[in-house]
C-alpha cells in the first residue's frame, strides 16, 4: 500500500543543511500495526509528515498503492489525506470549542455525509470510544486520556485506510496509555496502524512490526507477528456539495464560539452602522431643505426659503421679508406658482405655462390691460409679428376660453374660470401667466385646503424602506391619537406600515371613498402633520448680483435657501461647484471605507488568527484551502448580515431622535447591504490569501 524507495529529506536552515532522512526503504500493508521507534531527533515525526503528505521530499519516492507521488500537487495531497490519513496527536489536536459530538461529526462533514447520517455514525462511534457520557462536553473539559479517545474517535470517523499516531500516549500516565493502545489495537484491525513512540515496551503487545531509526536511516525493520490483510477495500460516496460542508464548518464555528461569535458581531454591527452613517452622509442634498413640488416655476430671481428648524414662516416674517429693500416682492403663497396652468383658444390652440403676480415682467407690446380684479389674467404667449392682429381680434371677441385646468404633482386637475384681459408677447418661447396677488391667494387656498404630505411605507418584517408615497391629509373626527384610515385609492400591503417621519402611524379604518388619495387623521395628528403657516415662499430679488451674500446673511439668521434656476443650469459655476462637492463627498465616502476596510482587517486578523489552529486541524483531518476558504467567508457574510438586519432593528427604536435614514430607499438599503457583504468578502479573502496558503507544515510548525 505505502512504499518508499531510497526516500530522503532535507532542511535547510540559515547556513546549513541538515539531512533528517536518508535513503528510506520501507513498504506497509494493511492490517499491520507499525512501530516506529528511535532517539529523539532521529526521523520519526519527519517520517510520519512525508508519508501523511503535510512534509515534501527532496530524492527518492513515495508510491501510494503504486502511484508515484512525486509528481502531485496540493490538491493531490489534499484528496489523498482526506481520502487515506488519518491523525492521532500526542498534544491531540482537537477543536477546544466544539464539543464532543462535533469533533467526531465536523469528520464526517468533511467525507460529505449529510447530517442525519453523520449524526447517527458520530453517536456509534463515541459510544465505540466510550464517550458518550461525555458527548455534549466541550473538548477543553476533557482529561487527557477523554481528549486521547475523542482522537481516536475522530480518527475512526474518516473510515481511512491509514492510522497515522505520533506518541499518542505521550501526554498521559502508565495506565490510561495502556487503555488507550488496546483501544486503538480494537478499532483498526483492518486499517494500517502506524505508531511512533519513544516506549516501545508499552506497545510491542499489540505491534505487528517495529522500525527503528537512527539518525535518519533505518537501523532496523522487524516482523514480530503475523497479521491478516483486509479483503476490502472500503470507498466512501460523496453527498454533500463543498459549498454545503463549508456552511456546515461554520456553523460549528459560530455556535461553537459564543465569545469569539459575540465580539466578531458587535465589529460588524459597528461598522455596519458607520457605513450606514458615512453612505446617508454621502447622499443628502447639498442644499439641506425638502420643497413642496418637483415642477419649478424657474426664473433667476426667486430664491425659496424654508426655515432651519422646519416651523412654520408667520405672518411676521412675511412682512419684514416685503419690507426689505433687496426683495422685489414676495410671494407667500408660492407653492401655487409651481403648478402648470393650462387653456385653449378658438384656434384650438392649446398653451400652458406657470404662474405669477410679478407683472414687471410684462413687456411694452401688452395687448389689452393689466389684471386688476381678482381671476382677470394676462396671457403671455411667444407668437409671430403677422399672428398679433390675429390675437387682437380674439381678445376684442372673447374668444378664449374661460376655463383654465391647473395640474399639479400628485393632485387631480382643478379647474378655474378666468377672465382673459390682456396678451402679452414672450420674449423667451415660454408661456406664462399674470393675474393679481389676491386670485394667487384665493387659488392657493382652494388647491392645498387638503394638504399633499409624504408618508414612508415600510415594511413590516424587515423595517426596511419600500417606497414614499403622497397623499392629501383630511381630519375624521371619530379617529383619535396615531389613528389612520385610508380610501380605496391607497394601497398598501398586509405587510406594510405607513409612517409621517419616525412616526409609525395605526391603519383602523379602509372605507373610505374619494377621487384623491387620501389619509384621514385624528385632529391632533393633523396639526402636527400640518403646523398653521407657510413652511416655504418665495423672495424674488432686485439685485441678483447680491444672490450669494443675501444667501449668506439669511443662513446666519436661521433659513435656507435655495434657487432653482441655478440648481438646473448645468453651465452655472454653483452647479459646478454642487457637482465638485458631491464628487468630493462620494469619494470621501469611498476612502472612509477604504479606513474602515484596514482598521476591520486588523481587529478581524487577531479574531481570526485566534482560530488559525482550529483551521489547520481541519486542513489534517481532510479540509481543503478551498472548504477552509468558504468556511470563512460564510462566518463573516453570516456575521455582516446578522450585524445588518440586527442595526434597522435598533435603528427602529431609535429612529425618533436620531432619524438619519429618512432619505434613503430601499435601493439604498440594498447598496448598503452589497457594500458590506463586499467588505467582508474582502477581509475573508485577503487573511485566506496570508494565512490559508501558508503550507501545512509552516503552519503546523508555528502553532
Given at each position: 500500500?505505502?512504499?518508499?524507495?531510497?526516500?530522503?529529506?532535507?532542511?535547510?536552515?540559515?547556513?546549513?543543511?541538515?539531512?533528517?532522512?536518508?535513503?528510506?526503504?520501507?513498504?506497509?500493508?494493511?492490517?499491520?500495526?507499525?512501530?516506529?521507534?528511535?532517539?529523539?531527533?532521529?526521523?520519526?515525526?519527519?517520517?510520519?509528515?512525508?508519508?501523511?503528505?503535510?512534509?515534501?521530499y527532496e530524492d527518492g519516492e513515495l508510491f501510494i498503492n503504486g502511484e508515484e507521488t512525486s509528481y502531485f500537487n496540493e490538491q493531490d495531497w489534499e484528496i489523498y489525506r482526506k481520502e487515506k490519513i488519518?491523525?492521532?496527536?500526542?498534544?491531540?489536536?482537537?477543536?477546544?470549542?466544539?464539543?464532543?459530538?462535533?469533533?467526531?461529526?465536523?469528520?464526517?462533514?468533511?467525507?460529505?455525509?449529510?447530517?442525519?447520517?453523520?449524526?447517527?455514525?458520530?453517536?456509534?462511534?463515541?459510544?465505540?470510544?466510550?464517550?458518550?457520557?461525555?458527548?455534549?462536553?466541550?473538548?477543553?473539559?476533557?482529561?487527557?486520556?477523554e481528549k486521547q479517545r475523542l482522537a481516536i474517535a475522530r480518527a475512526l470517523a474518516k473510515e481511512t485506510e491509514i492510522i497515522i499516531a505520533d506518541e499518542p500516549t505521550g501526554n498521559l500516565d502508565s495506565?490510561?496509555?495502556?487503555?488507550?493502545?488496546?483501544?486503538?489495537?480494537?478499532?483498526?484491525?483492518?486499517?494500517?496502524?502506524?505508531?511512533?513512540?519513544?516506549?516501545?515496551?508499552?506497545?510491542?503487545?499489540?505491534?505487528?512490526?517495529?522500525?527503528?531509526?537512527?539518525?535518519?536511516?533505518?537501523?532496523?525493520?522487524?516482523?514480530?507477528?503475523?497479521?491478516?490483510?483486509?479483503?476490502?477495500?472500503?470507498?466512501?460516496?460523496?453527498?454533500?456539495?463543498?459549498?454545503?460542508?463549508?456552511?456546515?464548518?461554520?456553523?460549528?464555528?459560530?455556535?461553537?464560539?459564543?465569545?469569539?461569535?459575540?465580539?466578531?458581531?458587535?465589529?460588524?454591527?459597528?461598522?455596519?452602522?458607520?457605513?450606514?452613517?458615512?453612505?446617508?452622509?454621502?447622499?443628502?442634498?447639498?442644499?439641506?431643505?425638502?420643497?413642496?413640488?418637483?415642477?419649478?416655476?424657474?426664473?433667476?430671481?426667486?430664491?425659496?426659503?424654508?426655515?432651519?428648524?422646519?416651523?412654520?414662516?408667520?405672518?411676521?416674517?412675511?412682512?419684514?421679508?416685503?419690507?426689505?429693500?433687496?426683495?422685489?416682492?414676495?410671494?407667500?403663497?408660492?407653492?401655487?406658482?409651481?403648478?402648470?396652468?393650462?387653456?385653449?383658444?378658438?384656434?384650438?390652440?392649446?398653451f400652458d405655462g406657470k404662474i405669477t403676480f410679478d407683472q414687471s415682467e410684462v413687456t411694452n407690446n401688452l395687448i389689452g390691460r393689466l389684471p386688476k380684479d381678482d381671476f382677470e389674467i394676462v396671457l403671455?404667449?411667444?407668437?409671430?409679428?403677422?399672428?398679433?392682429?390675429?390675437?387682437?381680434?380674439?381678445?376684442?371677441?372673447?374668444?378664449?376660453?374661460?376655463?383654465?385646468?391647473?395640474?399639479?404633482?400628485?393632485?387631480?386637475?382643478?379647474?378655474?374660470?378666468?377672465?382673459?384681459?390682456?396678451?402679452?408677447?414672450?420674449?423667451?418661447?415660454?408661456?406664462?401667466?399674470?393675474?393679481?396677488?389676491?386670485?394667487?391667494?384665493?387659488?392657493?387656498?382652494?388647491?392645498?385646503?387638503?394638504?399633499?404630505?409624504?408618508?414612508?411605507?415600510?415594511?413590516?418584517?424587515?423595517?426596511?424602506?419600500?417606497?414614499?408615497?403622497?397623499?392629501?391629509?383630511?381630519?375624521?373626527?371619530?379617529?383619535?391619537?396615531?389613528?389612520?384610515?385610508?380610501?380605496?385609492?391607497?394601497?398598501?400591503?398586509?405587510?406594510?406600515?405607513?409612517?409621517?417621519?419616525?412616526?409609525?402611524?395605526?391603519?383602523?379604518?379602509?372605507?373610505?371613498?374619494?377621487?384623491?388619495?387620501?389619509?384621514?387623521?385624528?385632529?391632533?395628528?393633523?396639526?402636527?402633520?400640518?403646523?398653521?403657516?407657510?413652511?416655504?415662499?418665495?423672495?424674488?430679488?432686485?439685485?441678483?448680483?447680491?444672490?450669494?451674500?443675501?444667501?449668506?446673511?439669511?443662513?446666519?439668521?436661521?433659513?435656507?435657501?435655495?434657487?432653482?434656476?441655478?440648481?438646473?443650469?448645468?453651465?452655472?459655476?454653483?452647479?459646478?461647484?454642487?457637482?465638485?462637492?458631491?464628487?468630493?463627498?462620494?469619494?470621501?465616502?469611498?476612502?472612509?471605507?477604504?479606513?474602515?476596510?484596514?482598521?476591520?482587517?486588523?481587529?478581524?486578523?487577531?479574531?481570526?488568527?485566534?482560530?488559525?489552529?482550529?483551521?489547520?486541524?481541519?486542513?489534517?483531518?481532510?479540509?481543503?484551502?478551498?472548504?477552509?476558504?468558504?468556511?470563512?467567508?460564510?462566518?463573516?457574510?453570516?456575521?455582516?448580515?446578522?450585524?445588518?438586519?440586527?442595526?434597522?432593528?435598533?435603528?427602529?427604536?431609535?429612529?425618533?431622535?436620531?432619524?438619519?435614514?429618512?432619505?434613503?430607499?430601499?435601493?439604498?438599503?440594498?447598496?448598503?447591504?452589497?457594500?458590506?457583504?463586499?467588505?467582508?468578502?474582502?477581509?475573508?479573502?485577503?487573511?485566506?490569501?496570508?494565512?490559508?496558503?501558508?503550507?501545512?507544515?509552516?503552519?503546523?510548525?508555528?502553532?
Amino acid at each position: 500500500m505505502i512504499k518508499l524507495h531510497n526516500l530522503s529529506k532535507y532542511y535547510q536552515g540559515e547556513n546549513n543543511i541538515t539531512q533528517a532522512l536518508h535513503k528510506i526503504n520501507l513498504e506497509f500493508k494493511l492490517g499491520e500495526f507499525v512501530a516506529i521507534t528511535g532517539e529523539s531527533g532521529s526521523g520519526k515525526s519527519t517520517l510520519l509528515n512525508v508519508i501523511a503528505g503535510i512534509d515534501s521530499y527532496e530524492d527518492g519516492e513515495l508510491f501510494i498503492n503504486g502511484e508515484e507521488t512525486s509528481y502531485f500537487n496540493e490538491q493531490d495531497w489534499e484528496i489523498y489525506r482526506k481520502e487515506k490519513i488519518a491523525f492521532i496527536y500526542q498534544n491531540y489536536n482537537l477543536i477546544d470549542s466544539y464539543t464532543v459530538l462535533m469533533n467526531v461529526e465536523v469528520a464526517l462533514v468533511i467525507q460529505g455525509l449529510n447530517k442525519s447520517e453523520r449524526r447517527i455514525k458520530a453517536k456509534e462511534i463515541i459510544a465505540k470510544v466510550g464517550l458518550s457520557k461525555r458527548i455534549k462536553h466541550r473538548a477543553a473539559k476533557l482529561s487527557g486520556g477523554e481528549k486521547q479517545r475523542l482522537a481516536i474517535a475522530r480518527a475512526l470517523a474518516k473510515e481511512t485506510e491509514i492510522i497515522i499516531a505520533d506518541e499518542p500516549t505521550g501526554n498521559l500516565d502508565s495506565k490510561t496509555g495502556e487503555e488507550i493502545l488496546r483501544l486503538l489495537n480494537e478499532v483498526a484491525k483492518d486499517k494500517l496502524v502506524l505508531v511512533v513512540t519513544h516506549n516501545f515496551d508499552q506497545v510491542k503487545e499489540y505491534a505487528t512490526r517495529k522500525v527503528r531509526l537512527f539518525d535518519g536511516e533505518v537501523v532496523e525493520d522487524k516482523v514480530l507477528n503475523d497479521f491478516n490483510i483486509p479483503n476490502e477495500d472500503k470507498t466512501k460516496t460523496q453527498k454533500t456539495t463543498e459549498l454545503k460542508q463549508a456552511a456546515t464548518i461554520a456553523s460549528f464555528n459560530i455556535f461553537g464560539q459564543p465569545r469569539k461569535s459575540i465580539f466578531i458581531f458587535l465589529v460588524s454591527f459597528i461598522i455596519v452602522a458607520v457605513v450606514f452613517f458615512l453612505y446617508s452622509r454621502a447622499m443628502i442634498p447639498i442644499t439641506d431643505f425638502d420643497l413642496y413640488e418637483d415642477y419649478m416655476n424657474i426664473y433667476p430671481e426667486r430664491m425659496i426659503i424654508a426655515r432651519k428648524d422646519r416651523k412654520p414662516i408667520s405672518e411676521e416674517e412675511y412682512n419684514l421679508f416685503l419690507n426689505d429693500k433687496r426683495f422685489k416682492n414676495v410671494i407667500y403663497e408660492d407653492r401655487i406658482i409651481d403648478n402648470n396652468l393650462y387653456g385653449s383658444i378658438s384656434t384650438n390652440k392649446v398653451f400652458d405655462g406657470k404662474i405669477t403676480f410679478d407683472q414687471s415682467e410684462v413687456t411694452n407690446n401688452l395687448i389689452g390691460r393689466l389684471p386688476k380684479d381678482d381671476f382677470e389674467i394676462v396671457l403671455s404667449l411667444h407668437y409671430p409679428e403677422f399672428e398679433r392682429n390675429t390675437y387682437i381680434q380674439l381678445l376684442k371677441n372673447d374668444s378664449f376660453s374661460k376655463e383654465f385646468i391647473l395640474v399639479g404633482e400628485g393632485r387631480s386637475q382643478e379647474l378655474f374660470t378666468f377672465k382673459v384681459v390682456g396678451i402679452n408677447k414672450s420674449s423667451n418661447g415660454k408661456d406664462r401667466y399674470y393675474v393679481t396677488e389676491s386670485t394667487l391667494k384665493q387659488m392657493e387656498s382652494l388647491v392645498y385646503q387638503y394638504e399633499l404630505v409624504s408618508f414612508d411605507i415600510y415594511s413590516k418584517s424587515t423595517g426596511i424602506s419600500k417606497h414614499k408615497v403622497k397623499a392629501e391629509v383630511v381630519i375624521d373626527p371619530e379617529l383619535s391619537g396615531n389613528e389612520i384610515g385610508i380610501d380605496s385609492n391607497f394601497l398598501i400591503a398586509p405587510d406594510e406600515n405607513l409612517y409621517f417621519g419616525s412616526k409609525m402611524l395605526e391603519l383602523v379604518k379602509t372605507d373610505y371613498v374619494s377621487v384623491n388619495r387620501r389619509v384621514y387623521v385624528s385632529e391632533e395628528l393633523f396639526k402636527e402633520i400640518n403646523p398653521e403657516g407657510k413652511m416655504q415662499m418665495t423672495l424674488n430679488l432686485k439685485n441678483l448680483s447680491q444672490r450669494k451674500s443675501i444667501e449668506r446673511a439669511l443662513y446666519k439668521k436661521g433659513y435656507y435657501t435655495y434657487m432653482p434656476y441655478y440648481e438646473f443650469d448645468i453651465f452655472n459655476p454653483e452647479v459646478l461647484l454642487d457637482t465638485v462637492k458631491r464628487v468630493v463627498m462620494v469619494i470621501g465616502f469611498i476612502f472612509s471605507i477604504l479606513i474602515i476596510y484596514l482598521i476591520s482587517y486588523l481587529i478581524y486578523s487577531l479574531i481570526l488568527n485566534s482560530k488559525l489552529k482550529d483551521y489547520t486541524i481541519l486542513r489534517i483531518i481532510g479540509s481543503n484551502k478551498f472548504l477552509i476558504s468558504n468556511t470563512i467567508r460564510f462566518e463573516l457574510i453570516f456575521f455582516y448580515t446578522l450585524a445588518y438586519f440586527g442595526f434597522l432593528i435598533v435603528y427602529r427604536f431609535i429612529a425618533f431622535k436620531y432619524d438619519f435614514l429618512s432619505s434613503l430607499f430601499l435601493k439604498d438599503y440594498l447598496i448598503v447591504y452589497f457594500v458590506n457583504i463586499n467588505l467582508a468578502l474582502l477581509l475573508a479573502s485577503r487573511f485566506i490569501k496570508r494565512q490559508v496558503s501558508k503550507s501545512l507544515y509552516t503552519t503546523l510548525r508555528s502553532e
